[in-house]
C-alpha cells in the first residue's frame, strides 16, 4: 500500500474544471433546441450529481458533496423547461443523496449508498423531505435499485460501515417488503448489483472500509484491501442469508454492471464494467487503471468463474433497455474515455451479439455523461427508441441534452436542447416519462 504521500502524488482534482460545481440554482423556460425534439417524449430527464459547497481540490473526493439535481422537462416536441435544486436533507443522517434520481411508487427519489436516507423531491425538483420509504426502511439504502420488469418489485444490495454485513432489501414501490442481513466477515463498498429472474447479485470485492482512516478523519475512508478475495454471491430473489453461493472472481473492482441472466445449465452470465482495483493510489476518485468491458459467468456449483472481454477500452456507465432487466440484451452503451473529466468521451453502443461497436463522436472536445434508453411508443424492439443524456463542450463550457435514434445513432443527434449552464460531471439519472 502506497504512503499517503505516495497516493496523493498520484492522486486527481475532482473539483475544478468539468468537475467544478455550479453555484445557482436557476430556473428558465422554452428552451433553445437545434433540431426535432420527438413529441411523444412527455417527461423530465433527471440527472443527480455531488456539488460541493467551497471545496478544496486537494481533499474533495468525487463522491462527496451537497447532491445537485439537473432536470429539462419535454412536452409536445419542445424543451419547457430546465431547473438545477440542491438536494437538501431534512433529518442529520449520513451524507447529502447525490448520486442517482428514481421514480418510484409514483413519487421521485434522489438516492445515495452507505447510509445517507432518500430524500423525495417534487415534479419540480424541490426537497420534500428525507424518507426512509415511509418508516419501512432499517438499515442503509443504494444509488442503484434494480426493477424487476416481471414483478414491478425494486431489488438492492446496501452497505453501511457499521456492520460487517450488506442487506438486501426489496421494494414494492416506495415501501420496503423485504430486508435481509447478509453477513460478509468485513465491511465492503457495494455500490450496485445485478439480478436475473431467479437470483440477485452481491458483489464482495477488496475495496473495504478503513477503520484506521475514518478515525484519521479521512471523509470517505474506504480503500483498496490487498488481503481481501473477489467474489459474487448468487443468493436467489427473496431469498435468506443461508442461501447464498459464492463464486471466486479475479481480484478487481466494479461499480456497475449493465445485466444478468440465468444461462440453461444453472450458471449466471453478467455483462459489467471491471476496474483493476480502486482506492488504492488515487484515494479521491476512480483513476485505477482503464476500465473495461466484461462477461463473467458464474458457476454456483462449482463457485468458480470464467471471464471474456466484450470490450477493452476505456468506459463506464453501461445502460440498456430495462425492460429486458435478466434476459439476454442485444444492445449496451457506456461511455468512453477518461471517466470524470474527460476532454473527450464519445457513446459506445454495443451490439453484444454481433460483437461490434459504434462510437458516437460528439466532436474531439465533447463529453458524453451516461446515456439512458427511453423505448418509443409501443415499441417491442431494443433499438426501437431513443437514447438521452448529456453532452459537454469543453472548449465552449456549455452542456446539451442530447437526443439520438437508436436504430441509428451514428448519425449524430436528432435534437439538442441548450441548457442555461454548464452542468458539472456527475453521476446517473433517469427518464420519468408522465403518468398515462
Known amino acids: 500500500m502506497p504512503t499517503e504521500t505516495g497516493a496523493s502524488s498520484l492522486q486527481r482534482d475532482y473539483v475544478t474544471g468539468p468537475l467544478a460545481p455550479v453555484t445557482d440554482e436557476l430556473t428558465v423556460t422554452d428552451l ?3 433540431g426535432s425534439l420527438p413529441v411523444e417524449l412527455c417527461g423530465r430527464y433527471v440527472r443527480n450529481g455531488p456539488n460541493p459547497l467551497d471545496p478544496d481540490p486537494a481533499t474533495q473526493h468525487w463522491f462527496l458533496g451537497t447532491g445537485m439535481l439537473h432536470g429539462v422537462r419535454l412536452e409536445d416536441g419542445r424543451a419547457a423547461w430546465y431547473r438545477n435544486r440542491f438536494v437538501r436533507n431534512t433529518i442529520d443522517e449520513g451524507g447529502s443523496p447525490n448520486t442517482n434520481v428514481v421514480s418510484m411508487g409514483g413519487r421521485t427519489w434522489a ?9 423525495e423531491v417534487t415534479d419540480e425538483l424541490e426537497s420534500i423531505a428525507s424518507n426512509r420509504f415511509d418508516g419501512t426502511l432499517e438499515g ?15 431489488h438492492a444490495i446496501t452497505y453501511h460501515w457499521a456492520e460487517e454485513a450488506v442487506r438486501y432489501v426489496v421494494n414494492d414501490g416506495a415501501r420496503v417488503v423485504h430486508e435481509e442481513i447478509v453477513p460478509v466477515g468485513g465491511r465492503p463498498m457495494v455500490h450496485d448489483t445485478a439480478i436475473t429472474p431467479t437470483s440477485v447479485l452481491l458483489f464482495d470485492l477488496p475495496c473495504t472500509f478503513d477503520l484506521d482512516e475514518a478515525m484519521a478523519g479521512t471523509p470517505f475512508p474506504y480503500r483498496w484491501d490487498p488481503e481481501r478475495d473477489a467474489r459474487v454471491g448468487v443468493l436467489p430473489l427473496l431469498g435468506t442469508a443461508d442461501q447464498i453461493r459464492w463464486v471466486e472472481v479475479p481480484r478487481c473492482y466494479v461499480f456497475h454492471p449493465l445485466n444478468a441472466v440465468d444461462l440453461p445449465d444453472g450458471r449466471v452470465a453478467v455483462d459489467l464494467v471491471v476496474w483493476p482495483r480502486m482506492f488504492d493510489r488515487d484515494r479521491l476518485g476512480p483513476n485505477e487503471g482503464a476500465p473495461r468491458l466484461e462477461r463473467w459467468t458464474l458457476d454456483p456449483v462449482s463457485g468458480t468463474s470464467s471471464i471474456e472481454v466484450v470490450d477493452d477500452r476505456s468506459q463506464e456507465f453501461p445502460r440498456g433497455d430495462e425492460r429486458r432487466t435478466g434476459e439476454e440484451l442485444r444492445y449496451g452503451m457506456t461511455v468512453g474515455g477518461r471517466i470524470a473529466g474527460g476532454v473527450h468521451q464519445p457513446l459506445l453502443w454495443h451490439d453484444l451479439t454481433a460483437g461490434t461497436t459504434v462510437e458516437v463522436d460528439f466532436g ?10 427511453v423505448p418509443r411508443s409501443g415499441s417491442v ?6 437514447l438521452l443524456g448529456f453532452v459537454s463542450d469543453r472548449a465552449e463550457g456549455t452542456t446539451d441534452l442530447v437526443v439520438l435514434a437508436a436504430d441509428d ?3 449524430g443527434p436528432i435534437a439538442r436542447v441548450h441548457l442555461p449552464q454548464r452542468v458539472p460531471d456527475g453521476f446517473h439519472g433517469n427518464w420519468l416519462p408522465d403518468p398515462v
Open 32 to 34: 433553445d433546441v437545434t
Open 111 to 119: 438516492i445515495v449508498e452507505a447510509g445517507g436516507a432518500p430524500v
Open 140 to 154: 442503509a439504502y443504494t444509488a442503484h435499485p434494480h426493477r424487476d420488469p416481471r414483478t414491478g418489485t425494486w
Open 364 to 373: 474531439q472536445t465533447s463529453a458524453a455523461q451516461e446515456f439512458v434508453h
Open 381 to 386: 424492439a431494443e433499438d426501437d427508441a431513443w
Open 409 to 411: 445513432p451514428a448519425t
